[in-house]
């Protein structure tokens, strides 16, 4: 019997102490001593890991399949660097219009695409994602092109950004939270399930889809905005629609839809193609085959797979 | 006579060469059960998608009592009290039944608790205990039925528009469903019920409107419209007559 445990709030409340409890575990790996390269690259997968929560909040939750997200990350990154670069502003009027930004673009995509659904909504937000890039890879005279901008950090220390990160995502992940368990939280999900059956309920779409995409691209512009601090430099590869594919096989194989599932996703595709690095460059087709798998077989991702042991192990025994 | 709740002035539909809807007035007395009856293809449905703000109409009006609604939005509608069950059942299939209804009464401004009283006296009221926590994607066609309808009245609408609701539905639940309704006529509740169920629609409806070729071809007391030769030579042809 399936029972309770069903309910959305209930899942959603499992799923937040999970995401907790992973935060704590990974709060402790610094005391193994790790080497900066290493903490690097965690920091780095925590920068994937806040942009595919922005996303599955997009995808995920309201189901508009945007595939923009890295696009947004590299705006967020460019408006602290651009306000710096030309303005000589700090990061403390950077990157809170980082996010404004990000968020102004967000709802001016997301009033384009509005009408828009499957395979047009993700074919629209690909193209406005690439005009975005090249735009700014070609504007030589603002944004120095290819080369990239330089960005202040915030702090020279990569135990101080690993910590803010984790602090970033737990935020991130209590925000969304929050939202998700308001009724506006159902609004998004009855939206994913059935737009249309949504609107005949009394649903305002229009309204919590430029929500969703107002909120989502705020994150992903943010997250860039961080990392461009901590690798104090900018450049459109950020934007490069290979990286939203790393974010979308992050999320579908960590499990869309949940909030430790792309937080998973995240740290197990980038630290797994790290490792793969060594192997032979073959992490892209390592990640393809595996998000196929996970697509066709197991739909809930990690999360939901880790749920289902989770349930055997404590809860339908018992019943 | 008593006051309709919903007028329906001339409203015409036309897609491409096809004139869907020609001219269509209806009445629908406030605390009423109007059938809307009529072979496929006769408009019925366009009628509704143009009632629930699917579609607007190319001419004609649509008041709710004295509220010009013609071309409101889906959302703006079901808000002023006009709801919507669907043929193609249309439920959230990734949420649990239960949390279906509550996003249904969240939708209209029901606060928790409210939702949760109502949502759990629908669900007994419509015997969906035993599938109250699954996902509403694994219930079966009439059960996914039961919950549309029961979706359409966590807050009790002005006007409930009922497209096919006992279309391949088990007839435990038709009868679950029709006692509902019953109920509910007895309390002042409003429904326009399109169906092909014929017996259902004389048991239901006091009055009724059959269409063809999307025009009215008869409308008054249900039994004298299924009665008109008119409305038997649409449904069977002209050699039953």
């Given at each position: 019997?399936?029972?309770?445990?069903?309910?959305?709030?209930?899942?959603?409340?499992?799923?937040?102490?999970?995401?907790?409890?992973?935060?704590?575990?990974?709060?402790?790996?610094?005391?193994?001593?790790?080497?900066?390269?290493?903490?690097?690259?965690?920091?780095?997968?925590?920068?994937?890991?806040?942009?595919?929560?922005?996303?599955?909040?997009?995808?995920?939750?309201?189901?508009?399949?945007?595939?923009?997200?890295?696009?947004?990350?590299?705006?967020?990154?460019?408006?602290?660097?651009?306000?710096?670069?030309?303005?000589?502003?700090?990061?403390?009027?950077?990157?809170?219009?980082?996010?404004?930004?990000?968020?102004?673009?967000?709802?001016?995509?997301?009033?384009?695409?509005?009408?828009?659904?499957?395979?047009?909504?993700?074919?629209?937000?690909?193209?406005?994602?690439?005009?975005?890039?090249?735009?700014?890879?070609?504007?030589?005279?603002?944004?120095?092109?290819?080369?990239?901008?330089?960005?202040?950090?915030?702090?020279?220390?990569?135990?101080?950004?690993?910590?803010?990160?984790?602090?970033?995502?737990?935020?991130?992940?209590?925000?969304?939270?929050?939202?998700?368990?308001?009724?506006?939280?159902?609004?998004?999900?009855?939206?994913?399930?059935?737009?249309h059956g949504?609107q005949s309920r009394?649903?305002?779409?229009?309204?919590?889809?430029?929500?969703?995409?107002?909120?989502?691209?705020?994150?992903?512009?943010?997250?860039?905005?961080?990392?461009?601090?901590?690798?104090?430099?900018?450049?459109?590869?950020?934007?490069?629609?290979?990286?939203?594919?790393?974010?979308?096989?992050?999320?579908?194989?960590?499990?869309?839809?949940?909030?430790?599932?792309?937080?998973?996703?995240?740290?197990?595709?980038?630290?797994?193609?790290?490792?793969?690095?060594?192997?032979?460059?073959?992490?892209?087709?390592?990640?393809?085959?595996?998000?196929?798998?996970?697509?066709?077989?197991?739909?809930?991702?990690?999360?939901?797979?880790?749920?289902?042991?989770?349930?055997?192990?404590?809860?339908?025994?018992?019943? | 006579?008593?006051?309709?709740i919903i007028k329906v002035?001339?409203i015409s539909k036309?897609f491409?060469?096809?004139?869907a809807v020609d001219?269509v007035s209806i009445d629908i007395?406030?605390?009423s059960i109007l059938g809307l009856i009529g072979p496929n293809g006769s408009g019925k449905t366009t009628v509704l998608n143009m009632l629930s703000g699917e579609l607007t109409p190319d001419?004609g009006?649509i008041?709710l009592?004295?509220?010009?609604i013609t071309g409101e939005s889906p959302?703006?509608l079901v808000?002023l009290g006009v709801t919507r069950m669907f043929q193609m059942t249309k439920?959230?299939?990734?949420?649990?039944?239960?949390?279906?209804?509550?996003?249904?009464?969240?939708?209209?401004?029901?606060?928790?608790?409210?939702?949760?009283?109502?949502?759990?006296?629908?669900?007994?009221?419509?015997?969906?205990?035993?599938?109250?926590?699954?996902?509403?994607?694994?219930?079966?066609?009439?059960?996914?039925k039961?919950?549309e309808f029961?979706?359409c009245?966590?807050?009790?609408p002005k006007v409930a528009l009922l497209d096919e609701p006992f279309a391949?539905?088990?007839?435990?639940?038709?009868?679950?469903?029709?006692?509902?309704?019953?109920?509910?006529?007895?309390?002042?509740?409003t429904f326009l019920l399109v169906s092909h169920d014929?017996?259902?629609i004389?048991?239901?409806c006091?009055?009724s409107v059959c269409m063809n070729?999307g025009k009215i071809?008869?409308k008054?007391?249900?039994?004298?419209?299924?009665?008109?030769?008119?409305?038997?030579?649409?449904?069977?042809?002209?050699?039953?007559?």
């Amino acid at each position: 019997m399936i029972g309770e445990r069903n309910l959305w709030a209930n899942k959603l409340t499992l799923d937040l102490k999970f995401f907790m409890l992973l935060c704590g575990l990974i709060a402790l790996v610094p005391l193994l001593e790790l080497t900066p390269y290493t903490l690097g690259i965690l920091i780095i997968s925590f920068y994937f890991a806040l942009i595919a929560m922005g996303w599955n909040l997009l995808a995920g939750f309201t189901g508009q399949f945007s595939m923009a997200p890295a696009a947004f990350a590299m705006i967020g990154g460019y408006t602290a660097a651009l306000l710096n670069y030309h303005f000589g502003l700090s990061l403390w009027v950077g990157i809170p219009s980082a996010v404004l930004v990000s968020a102004l673009l967000g709802f001016l995509v997301g009033s384009t695409v509005l009408g828009l659904k499957g395979p047009y909504l993700s074919l629209t937000t690909l193209a406005l994602a690439e005009v975005a890039r090249v735009v700014i890879s070609n504007s030589h005279d603002y944004t120095r092109g290819d080369q990239g901008l330089n960005v202040p950090t915030l702090m020279q220390s990569r135990m101080g950004y690993y910590y803010l990160f984790l602090g970033i995502l737990i935020g991130a992940a209590l925000l969304i939270y929050s939202l998700m368990r308001s009724r506006y939280g159902g609004f998004l999900l009855a939206i994913r399930d059935d737009a249309h059956g949504a609107q005949s309920r009394g649903i305002p779409i229009v309204k919590y889809k430029l929500m969703a995409f107002i909120v989502s691209s705020s994150i992903s512009g943010f997250a860039g905005c961080l990392y461009g601090t901590f690798t104090e430099l900018v450049s459109p590869e950020m934007g490069l629609i290979q990286q939203t594919g790393i974010i979308i096989s992050m999320v579908v194989i960590g499990g869309i839809g949940s909030l430790t599932g792309p937080l998973m996703g995240a740290l197990i595709v980038y630290l797994g193609s790290e490792w793969l690095r060594s192997v032979g460059n073959i992490q892209m087709i390592v990640f393809a085959l595996t998000v196929i798998i996970f697509a066709r077989f197991f739909r809930t991702g990690l999360w939901g797979l880790f749920l289902k042991l989770y349930f055997y192990l404590f809860s339908d025994k018992k019943r | 006579m008593t006051h309709p709740i919903i007028k329906v002035d001339s409203i015409s539909k036309r897609f491409g060469g096809n004139q869907a809807v020609d001219r269509v007035s209806i009445d629908i007395p406030q605390g009423s059960i109007l059938g809307l009856i009529g072979p496929n293809g006769s408009g019925k449905t366009t009628v509704l998608n143009m009632l629930s703000g699917e579609l607007t109409p190319d001419e004609g009006s649509i008041f709710l009592g004295d509220m010009n609604i013609t071309g409101e939005s889906p959302s703006r509608l079901v808000q002023l009290g006009v709801t919507r069950m669907f043929q193609m059942t249309k439920v959230f299939v990734r949420l649990s039944a239960i949390d279906n209804l509550l996003i249904a009464g969240q939708a209209l401004g029901l606060n928790q608790a409210e939702c949760h009283e109502r949502a759990d006296q629908l669900i007994k009221e419509l015997t969906l205990q035993p599938v109250q926590y699954l996902d509403a994607g694994q219930l079966s066609g009439g059960q996914k039925k039961l919950l549309e309808f029961g979706m359409c009245f966590m807050v009790p609408p002005k006007v409930a528009l009922l497209d096919e609701p006992f279309a391949a539905v088990h007839p435990i639940m038709r009868q679950t469903m029709s006692q509902f309704i019953k109920d509910r006529h007895q309390k002042g509740q409003t429904f326009l019920l399109v169906s092909h169920d014929m017996p259902i629609i004389k048991e239901l409806c006091e009055e009724s409107v059959c269409m063809n070729a999307g025009k009215i071809i008869a409308k008054g007391k249900t039994k004298q419209v299924l009665d008109t030769a008119e409305v038997i030579e649409a449904y069977l042809g002209g050699d039953h007559v």
